[in-house]
C-alpha cells in the first residue's frame, strides 16, 4: 500500500499569493460545519514562517499548523535583513524542490494550502525598507549584542508576513526562545491581530537541536556541538543561579566547542539576567562557536528551591 502525498500551491508574487489567499477563504471548511465540537480547529489560517532548509522542527510546527486552522501558508524566504555583515547570507542553505517534497508528505499540507516563496524584490520592493521595526530593549541584549539587527531585521520581516498572509495564528518555534519573546511583544506591542503560538523545541535522537545550520557540521563539529545541549542537561541539575550559569559554560569548554558566545539565564518575557536570590522558572541560554558554524539552544530550568 503506498502513502498518498498531495501538492500544496506554489506562489512566488504578492498577486498569486492574494489570488491564493482568495481561494482559501472561499473553500475553507466553517470551523462548525461538519464537526463535533471537540474536533473543530479554533482558527481559519496559520502561517509557519521559516528560511527553507526544512528539517522535522519546521515540519512539526507544519503538522501544529493543520491541528490548529483549517489552511496553512508556509513561507519560505531567506531575509536579508537579519543577516549581518559576515554573516552566512551568501551560503545559507536553499532546496526549494527538497522543501517542497517535505512539506506534501502525509499529514502536512495539501492542494488548498499555500508555500509562499518569494524573492527579495517582492517582500521588499523599493529596496531595503526605510521604516523599521525596533525589537526594543529585547533586542539589545544576546542575540542583540552578538547580531546587532538581526531581531530587528527579524520583527520588520515578520510583520510584513503578516500582513501579507493575513492568518488567524502564527507559529514559532522555542528553540529560537529570544525571537519568539520579541515577536510575541511586538504583537502585543502594536495590536497586531494574530495569536503567536509557541511550539516546542524539536532535537536530535542524540540531543542536538535541529536548525537548518546543523548540515554546515563535519563530525566531529557535530559531536563537539553536542555539548550545547549536554550544558542545559548538566546545569539543571543545579539549584542556584550562580550554579547553574557556571556548570553551564564549564561543560560548553569541556565539549571542545572553539567559542563561547554567552550563557545567560533570563525572566522568560524580558529576558533580562535574574539575580543570583533569584527563585522560580528562568530561561537558560547559550550561544557557541563551532568550526565555522554559530549554534543557540535553550532550555526552561528552575532556580532556588529543593534539590
Do not use: C
Not at 555583515?85 to 517534497?101: T, V
Amino acid at each position: 500500500m503506498t502513502t498518498q502525498t498531495t501538492t500544496p500551491t506554489l506562489v512566488h508574487t504578492r498577486q498569486e499569493l492574494a489570488a491564493a489567499l482568495a481561494v482559501q477563504d472561499v473553500q475553507a471548511v466553517p470551523r462548525a460545519e461538519g464537526r463535533a465540537a471537540h474536533t473543530a480547529r479554533p482558527h481559519r489560517r496559520a502561517v509557519v514562517m521559516t528560511m527553507g532548509a526544512l528539517h522535522a522542527g519546521h515540519l512539526s510546527l507544519v503538522a501544529k499548523a493543520r491541528e490548529l486552522a483549517d489552511a496553512v501558508v508556509v513561507t519560505i524566504f531567506v531575509n536579508p535583513l537579519q543577516f549581518g555583515a559576515g554573516e552566512d547570507l551568501s551560503r545559507y542553505p536553499r532546496d526549494l524542490h527538497g522543501d517542497l517534497a517535505l512539506l506534501s508528505g502525509p499529514g502536512l499540507l495539501g492542494p488548498d494550502d499555500i508555500v509562499f516563496a518569494p524573492g527579495p524584490d517582492v517582500v521588499y520592493p523599493d529596496g531595503d525598507p526605510v521604516v523599521r521595526v525596533s525589537a526594543g530593549a529585547i533586542g539589545e541584549v544576546l542575540e542583540g549584542v552578538s547580531r546587532p539587527g538581526h531581531l530587528d531585521g527579524v520583527l520588520t520581516v515578520v510583520l510584513k508576513l503578516l500582513h501579507l498572509t493575513r492568518p488567524d495564528v502564527a507559529l514559532f518555534g522555542r528553540k529560537d526562545a529570544q525571537q519568539l519573546a520579541a515577536v510575541r511583544r511586538m504583537v502585543r506591542d502594536l495590536d497586531v491581530p494574530v495569536v503567536v503560538h509557541g511550539a516546542p523545541l524539536v532535537r536530535d535522537d542524540d540531543g542536538l537541536a535541529l536548525s537548518s545550520r546543523n548540515a554546515y557540521l563535519s563530525a566531529d563539529e557535530h559531536r563537539r556541538a553536542l555539548g550545547l545541549s549536554q550544558a542545559l542537561r548538566l546545569a539543571a541539575q543545579e539549584r542556584e543561579a550562580d550554579g547553574i550559569r557556571s556548570t553551564a559554560l564549564d561543560t560548553l569548554r569541556a565539549a571542545g566547542v572553539d567559542a563561547v558566545d554567552y550563557v545567560a539565564l533570563v525572566d522568560p518575557e524580558t529576558f533580562a539576567e535574574v539575580p543570583s536570590s533569584y527563585v522560580g522558572d528562568a530561561l537558560l541560554l547559550v550561544a557557541a562557536q563551532v568550526g565555522a558554524t554559530r549554534l543557540i539552544d535553550n532550555d526552561t530550568v528552575t532556580v532556588g528551591g529543593p534539590a
